[in-house]
């Protein structure tokens, strides 16, 4: 079997996993990025591009920043971590620059309060732009920085398991998908930056089709902490047909601002006024209008975009959307009125982001030795709710932490022994190809999925919660029963076995989190808890594994 | 019974398969479905083996190239039409069936140095249009399968995906390199007038690339 041998082995090829890896390197260590997808093809590409960046309006500071942090996050926010956030926030804008992406200038040439825009939650217009690149400019200019700098790269390889010797993390099995070949990496430090798992919610999601959780599991297979599992934000507006673009995001709350209107089937009006509301509560209404039978044959709610064109900056804003491209995906999916604001858009929450994860300090360090996250794969900074286009920036700033403090910690270092397990965890894969059993690992990927989106989804309830405990439960024993293709090269079987199981492991750990979690805050809306319960819950619920047994518990928040 | 759209997908397994094969497949008809709902539907419901890629399922990710009737299209944003025959982008080398590899498109960003130099001062910076509209480049590699004079693997000629690079490099107020001097190196002078370049994204490569640098070598 095919060794590989570094000081920082970086897991994901996104934003934060390549700032990571080429921060590591900065710093003198031999660093190897494995992606499971191409490099840099991930969520940060995919996304709109406008990234927070505190201080470009007059009145804005970095504390107001902060505060807006805890106050959006509902204050289960790590108080350290969120302040790191607001504080490095303009340097990662520049690290993003140094790669080779441009954020619009005004005519001065500078980013100024005039390219600003305020979404929602934000107390001050302080999102950048890139129109009309977007994140497709940021993830070239990730490509463009990974390339100038002397990391190895492994394209479209997926980690299965992490290696350790004794409690130290020193190492992953690796899976690469165009070769079809087991192989391990030895490192003296991992930095999982894998990003989220919207995809346990496909077809309503608006992430990448491999973002999937494999960090979490992987992080928690070997002892770690993760924190606020069940706070998965759901961006309100997301396409409900034809069935190929479900879950594509048209749009946050302020895309309705200042006129729009949200109804039911029947037309009644349910929202207004959507333009300073959070995505959580828009979300959260409109999950509870669904849950009372309000939605659309397609199970969506009707989005009026319609009052905005009797105003003129409702006007000018479908222009500004327009120019921007945003409304082709509305055209393409629901034709030339809905284009144009003259029929409201079928639409229903969409799986965008994790703000559970990774539990690290302020270096990036896991509760695990030598286990480093960043970005969305690490948890903490945003609380039970993200603020609009911090996401971006959080990459920049935590990758650039993890991958200094992984660096520092393994230059220098011997090579750790991660022979322990090594055999079998590889053998476990090698022994995938050809199974001649019942179920295709997709089709089980696609039943926890359901069972994901229809019971731990926008509004949960206890019966719905164990009725998702009993499904994964099923869908586990049915894993040992898989059918597997014998291909070689690009055999998706393989991946999407490595995939269910980290799936159903991130999906339990969201479901108990969510269960024992009795109120509603932020983007967890509890049906039977309809309330925010401050005596009781101002606190982070934390899951890890001990002595291979899964374990939850709360603690205060650190405030 | 429901109405189903007939297409034929290529298939092929370099490792094990003698040759290449165009497979029938039925599937259901849907209002607007797309080229990636008819993939998708055959990976879960008909054939699993079906190799192809995709991610965001709308127009920014890049990843679901391929040619439908042997032009370069995106999966996610072609409607799906009876007798479509579907095959991978023709120009690179292929993995399986609809797979093609672009790990080397990647080595080339490190091999003709398409970056810009560290530690740029970014405080004032005047964008011209041309170079933001290029940034827009989502790499889905669809211009390499358009080229009739691109060929993986040879230094003679670069090919649109490297012009567009290089291209967006020379519009970069930080970027210090003559990107023009490059692209003639890598045979942009091949592209003259030749304008069979496509972007399934709406950009105008020979225009806003291109041209830009074949016109200023000329004016020197």
Same mark, same amino acid.
């Given at each position: 079997?095919?060794?590989?041998?570094?000081?920082?082995?970086c897991?994901?090829?996104?934003?934060?996993?390549?700032?990571?890896?080429v921060?590591a390197?900065?710093?003198g260590?031999?660093?190897?990025?494995?992606?499971k997808e191409?490099?840099?093809?991930?969520?940060?590409r995919?996304?709109?591009?406008?990234?927070s960046?505190?201080?470009v309006?007059?009145?804005?500071?970095?504390?107001?920043?902060y505060?807006d942090?805890?106050?959006?996050?509902?204050?289960?926010?790590?108080?350290?971590?969120?302040?790191?956030?607001?504080?490095?926030?303009?340097?990662?804008?520049?690290?993003?620059?140094?790669?080779?992406?441009?954020?619009?200038?005004?005519n001065?040439?500078?980013?100024?309060?005039?390219?600003?825009?305020?979404?929602?939650?934000?107390?001050?217009?302080?999102?950048?732009?890139?129109?009309?690149?977007?994140?497709?400019?940021?993830?070239?200019?990730l490509?463009?920085?990974?390339?100038?700098?002397?990391?190895?790269?492994?394209?479209?390889?997926?980690?299965?398991?992490?290696?350790?010797?004794?409690?130290?993390?020193?190492?992953?099995?690796?899976?690469?998908?165009?070769?079809?070949?087991?192989?391990?990496?030895?490192?003296?430090?991992?930095?999982?930056?894998?990003?989220?798992?919207?995809?346990?919610?496909?077809?309503?999601?608006?992430?990448?089709?491999?973002?999937?959780?494999?960090?979490?599991?992987?992080?928690?297979?070997?002892?770690a902490?993760?924190?606020?599992?069940?706070?998965?934000?759901?961006?309100?507006?997301?396409?409900?047909?034809?069935?190929?673009?479900?879950?594509?995001?048209?749009?946050?709350?302020?895309?309705?601002?200042?006129?729009?209107?949200?109804?039911?089937?029947?037309?009644?009006?349910?929202?207004?006024?959507?333009?300073?509301?959070?995505?959580?509560?828009?979300?959260?209404?409109?999950a509870?209008?669904?849950?009372?039978?309000?939605?659309?044959?397609?199970?969506?709610?009707?989005?009026?975009?319609?009052?905005?064109?009797?105003?003129?900056?409702?006007?000018?804003?479908?222009?500004?959307?327009?120019?921007?491209?945003?409304?082709?995906?509305?055209?393409?999916?629901?034709?030339?009125d809905?284009?144009?604001?003259?029929?409201?858009?079928?639409?229903?929450?969409?799986?965008?982001y994790?703000?559970?994860?990774?539990?690290?300090n302020?270096?990036?360090?896991?509760?695990?030795?030598g286990?480093?996250?960043?970005?969305?794969?690490?948890?903490?900074?945003?609380?039970?709710?993200?603020?609009g286009?911090?996401?971006?920036?959080?990459?920049?700033?935590?990758?650039?932490?993890?991958?200094?403090?992984?660096?520092k910690?393994?230059?220098?270092?011997?090579?750790?022994?991660?022979?322990?397990?090594?055999?079998?965890?590889?053998?476990?894969?090698?022994?995938?190809?050809?199974?001649?059993?019942?179920?295709?690992?997709?089709?089980?990927?696609?039943?926890?999925?359901?069972?994901?989106?229809?019971?731990?989804?926008i509004?949960?309830?206890?019966?719905?919660?164990?009725?998702?405990?009993?499904?994964?439960?099923?869908?586990?024993?049915?894993?040992?029963?898989?059918?597997?293709?014998?291909?070689?090269?690009?055999?998706?079987?393989?991946?999407h076995?490595?995939?269910i199981?980290?799936?159903?492991t991130?999906?339990?750990?969201?479901?108990?989190?969510?269960?024992?979690?009795?109120?509603?805050?932020?983007?967890?809306?509890?049906?039977?808890?309809?309330?925010?319960?401050?005596k009781?819950?101002?606190?982070n619920?934390?899951?890890?594994?001990?002595?291979?047994?899964?374990?939850?518990?709360?603690?205060?928040?650190?405030? | 019974?429901?109405?189903?759209?007939?297409?034929?997908?290529?298939?092929?397994?370099?490792?094990?398969?003698?040759?290449?094969?165009?497979?029938?497949?039925?599937?259901?008809?849907?209002?607007?479905?797309?080229?990636?709902?008819?993939? =998708? %539907? &055959?990976?879960?419901?008909? @054939?699993? !083996?079906?190799? #192809?890629?995709?991610?965001?399922?709308?127009?920014?990710? $890049?990843?679901?190239?391929?040619?439908?009737?042997?032009?370069?299209?995106?999966?996610?944003?072609?409607?799906?039409?009876?007798?479509?025959?579907?095959?991978?982008?023709?120009?690179?080398?292929?993995?399986?069936?609809?797979?093609?590899?672009?790990?080397?498109?990647?080595?080339?960003?490190?091999?003709?140095? =398409? %970056? &810009?130099?560290?530690?740029? @001062?970014? !405080?004032?910076? #005047?964008?011209?249009?041309?170079?933001?509209?290029?940034? $827009?480049c989502?790499?889905?590699?669809?211009c390499?399968a358009?080229?009739?004079?691109?060929?993986?693997?040879?230094?003679?000629?670069?090919?649109p995906?490297?012009?567009?690079?290089?291209?967006?490099?020379?519009?970069?107020?930080?970027?210090?390199?003559?990107?023009?001097?490059?692209?003639?190196?890598?045979?942009?002078n091949?592209?003259?007038?030749?304008?069979k370049?496509?972007?399934?994204?709406?950009?105008?490569?020979?225009?806003?690339?291109?041209?830009?640098?074949?016109?200023?070598?000329?004016?020197?």
């Amino acid at each position: 079997m095919r060794v590989e041998s570094c000081d920082v082995l970086c897991l994901g090829g996104g934003g934060a996993g390549i700032t990571a890896a080429v921060t590591a390197a900065e710093y003198g260590a031999n660093v190897i990025l494995v992606s499971k997808e191409p490099l840099g093809y991930g969520d940060t590409r995919i996304s709109m591009g406008l990234t927070s960046f505190p201080g470009v309006v007059e009145g804005d500071s970095l504390e107001l920043f902060y505060q807006d942090l805890l106050k959006g996050g509902e204050y289960l926010n790590d108080p350290e971590l969120a302040w790191i956030m607001a504080e490095m926030n303009p340097f990662g804008v520049q690290l993003l620059e140094s790669y080779g992406h441009l954020f619009q200038r005004n005519n001065k040439g500078l980013i100024g309060s005039d390219v600003a825009y305020l979404i929602g939650g934000h107390s001050l217009p302080r999102s950048i732009g890139c129109p009309p690149g977007g994140g497709i400019s940021m993830g070239n200019a990730l490509r463009a920085g990974a390339a100038r700098s002397n990391i190895r790269v492994f394209e479209e390889v997926l980690a299965s398991s992490l290696l350790c010797s004794g409690e130290h993390v020193a190492g992953a099995v690796c899976f690469d998908i165009c070769r079809g070949e087991v192989f391990l990496i030895r490192a003296g430090a991992v930095i999982i930056a894998t990003g989220g798992a919207g995809w346990l919610y496909y077809p309503h999601t608006d992430c990448n089709s491999g973002v999937n959780g494999d960090g979490y599991a992987l992080a928690y297979n070997v002892g770690a902490k993760l924190i606020d599992m069940e706070q998965v934000q759901f961006m309100p507006f997301g396409l409900t047909h034809p069935a190929s673009v479900c879950g594509v995001y048209v749009g946050e709350p302020s895309l309705a601002a200042p006129k729009g209107l949200i109804r039911n089937r029947n037309g009644e009006v349910i929202l207004s006024g959507l333009g300073t509301m959070t995505r959580a509560q828009v979300t959260n209404a409109m999950a509870v209008e669904l849950s009372r039978g309000g939605g659309t044959e397609y199970g969506g709610l009707l989005l009026d975009l319609e009052p905005n064109l009797a105003l003129p900056e409702g006007r000018q804003m479908w222009n500004v959307r327009k120019e921007r491209g945003q409304l082709n995906i509305v055209r393409f999916a629901y034709g030339e009125d809905a284009y144009r604001w003259k029929k409201p858009w079928d639409v229903t929450p969409t799986a965008h982001y994790f703000m559970g994860g990774i539990m690290v300090n302020t270096s990036g360090q896991s509760s695990v030795p030598g286990l480093y996250a960043a970005g969305q794969a690490m948890g903490g900074i945003h609380g039970a709710n993200r603020l609009g286009s911090v996401s971006l920036a959080e990459l920049f700033v935590f990758g650039y932490i993890a991958g200094k403090a992984a660096a520092k910690e393994c230059i220098g270092q011997k090579p750790l022994d991660c022979s322990q397990g090594q055999e079998e965890a590889a053998g476990n894969i090698k022994s995938l190809s050809g199974r001649k059993g019942l179920y295709s690992p997709l089709v089980l990927q696609r039943r926890l999925q359901k069972t994901m989106w229809e019971n731990v989804g926008i509004a949960r309830v206890e019966k719905g919660l164990r009725t998702a405990l009993k499904e994964i439960e099923e869908i586990e024993e049915t894993c040992e029963n898989l059918k597997i293709a014998s291909q070689i090269s690009y055999n998706r079987d393989i991946v999407h076995t490595i995939e269910i199981k980290h799936m159903l492991t991130v999906a339990k750990l969201i479901t108990e989190a969510a269960l024992m979690r009795c109120e509603t805050r932020g983007a967890h809306l509890r049906l039977d808890f309809p309330e925010k319960d401050e005596k009781n819950w101002r606190r982070n619920i934390i899951v890890f594994k001990e002595n291979n047994n899964f374990k939850i518990q709360s603690e205060a928040v650190k405030f | 019974m429901c109405r189903e759209v007939s297409i034929e997908v290529f298939r092929y397994d370099p490792g094990t398969d003698s040759s290449p094969s165009w497979r029938k497949y039925e599937i259901p008809f849907e209002e607007k479905n797309t080229v990636l709902g008819a993939l =998708l %539907f &055959i990976q879960e419901k008909l @054939d699993p !083996t079906l190799a #192809f890629r995709y991610g965001c399922r709308y127009n920014r990710c $890049g990843l679901c190239s391929l040619e439908v009737n042997g032009k370069p299209r995106m999966s996610c944003h072609s409607y799906l039409e009876e007798g479509m025959r579907l095959g991978p982008l023709s120009k690179l080398p292929l993995i399986r069936d609809l797979v093609v590899d672009r790990k080397g498109l990647f080595q080339d960003l490190a091999k003709y140095e =398409l %970056f &810009i130099e560290k530690n740029t @001062d970014n !405080t004032v910076i #005047f964008e011209p249009e041309q170079g933001a509209k290029l940034r $827009g480049c989502a790499e889905c590699l669809s211009c390499l399968a358009a080229c009739p004079k691109y060929s993986f693997g040879s230094d003679d000629f670069g090919g649109p995906f490297l012009f567009v690079k290089l291209a967006q490099l020379h519009f970069d107020p930080r970027d210090k390199k003559d990107r023009i001097e490059q692209a003639h190196s890598l045979g942009i002078n091949l592209c003259q007038d030749c304008k069979k370049c496509y972007c399934p994204n709406g950009i105008n490569i020979y225009r806003d690339a291109i041209s830009t640098l074949l016109k200023v070598k000329k004016n020197d």
